[in-house]
Structure formats: C-alpha cells, structure tokens
C-alpha cells in the first residue's frame, strides 16, 4: 500500500479549491465549475482501482462469492 | 527521481510563463489602443490645420510612437507612396487585414478602424474633424473596457498558469 497517493490527492484537493476560488472571483463561475468536476473524475481515476480492491478484500473476508 | 523533479519544474515555469503571456495581451491592448488616440490626434492636427498630404501626415504622426499600430500606419503610407492599391480605403483594409492576426489588438478597435477608413479623407476639413472626434470618443470608451478586463482576467491567467502547472506537475508526478 503507497502512501503517496493520499499526498497526490490531497494536493490536487488543494490546488482545486485555489483554482476555484480564483474563478469564482473572476465572475467565471461555469468554468469553475467544470475545474471542481474535473479535479473529482481526476481523484476518482486514481482511486478507482483502491475501490476495486477494498471490494474483493471484503468480499473475501467475508466469503460472499 | 532527478528526472522527474527536474521536468515538473519545467512544466511549472512553462505555464507560468503562458500565464503570464496571456495576462500580457491583456495590459499590451490597452497600450495600444491608447497609442492609437495619441497617432490620430497627431493625425488630426496635421490634416486639418497643416493640411499635409496623406502619407507624409501618417509618417509625421507616427513618429515619435511605438506598439502594434505603428506597423499598421507605415504599411498604409507604404502602399499609399508607392500606389500598390487604387484607394486609401483599399490600402486600409489590406493593412487592417494583417493587423486583425495579432492577439494585442481587440476586434472592437478593428470595427472602429475599419469605419474611421472608410470615411478618412472623403470630405472637408469640418467633417474630417468630426470623424476623427467620433473615433477618438469610440476608442475612449474601450479603453475603459479594456482596462476592466485587464483588472478582471489579467490577474485570473497569471494565477490560473501557475496552479494549473502545479496540477499538471502533480498528476503526471
């Protein structure tokens, strides 16, 4: 398990949140908007494959096959 | 690991960079438009008070100036001196044509441009003065446009290059 992506990810949280306020207050809200969703598909590609993991351990735990 | 830190910085510092270019539009537009006022004042004293033949005028304005109209104004006396086109409206709009390329100079100005051509030297002395207090007024009006957009979204690239390297940086580390 790389702790490294929990760094990366709460970077990218970070970097969107600035970004998003700069947009905001440069009265450009859609396009902040769309910075927030892509920075959430970005994050979600990340993880998508931890997600897949957590699921088969859980159901190995528990022997749901 | 060298590798990676050494091409995140240059992707940081390339943003920035675009960032800071795109900001720069901004601020070099409203130096141009207000270079263009000052070259047609001159313009307008020399035709309507030392009443110089065209060309000459446009070299006598233009001077003492500097920025992306200058360019503009040389090729229109160029063509006019060595009668490559059959009007001054045709000059104009040629030199207008290749002018419209550059990212500095706004449509709006173009428009205002293109009418004060059509109009340039097809009256007398009083309508002259006229057009040329009609485009003053015009280009007035957006230089005020183009300082508030300069003060809204010049700040927003500066920033917006440098956070958007960052996250590129970021993801690709």
Not at chain 1, 52 to 61: A, G, Y
């Amino acid at each position: 398990m790389n702790i490294d992506i929990i760094f990366k990810i709460a970077a990218i949280g970070i970097l969107v949140s600035v970004v998003n306020h700069v947009l905001t207050r440069a009265g450009r809200e859609e396009i902040a908007m769309l910075t927030t969703l892509t920075g959430v598909v970005i994050v979600l590609l990340m993880v998508v494959n931890l997600i897949n993991d957590l699921f088969n351990n859980v159901r190995s735990i528990f022997r749901l096959y | 690991m060298f590798l990676k830190i050494a091409s995140s910085i240059t992707i940081v510092i390339c943003c920035t960079l675009l960032g800071m270019q795109m900001s720069y539009r901004y601020k070099q537009r409203i130096y141009n438009i207000r270079v263009l006022q000052s070259i047609l004042a001159h313009l307008e004293t020399e035709i309507v008070y030392y009443s110089t033949f065209l060309s000459q005028a446009i070299r006598n304005s233009i001077r003492t100036l500097d920025g992306d109209w200058k360019t503009f104004f040389i090729e229109v006396a160029d063509n006019l001196e060595n009668k490559t086109e059959y009007s001054l409206t045709e000059a104009w709009n040629k030199s207008l044509n290749k002018i419209q390329k550059n990212p500095c100079v706004g449509k709006t100005e173009l428009d205002i441009m293109y009418r004060f051509g059509l109009q340039l030297g097809n009256s007398d002395r009083q309508n002259q003065k006229k057009y040329f207090e009609i485009a003053q007024q015009q280009l007035k009006i957006e230089e005020e446009n183009a300082r508030q957009l300069h003060l809204r979204y010049g700040n927003m690239y500066r920033s917006l290059g440098l956070l958007l390297g960052l996250g590129i940086a970021i993801i690709l580390f």
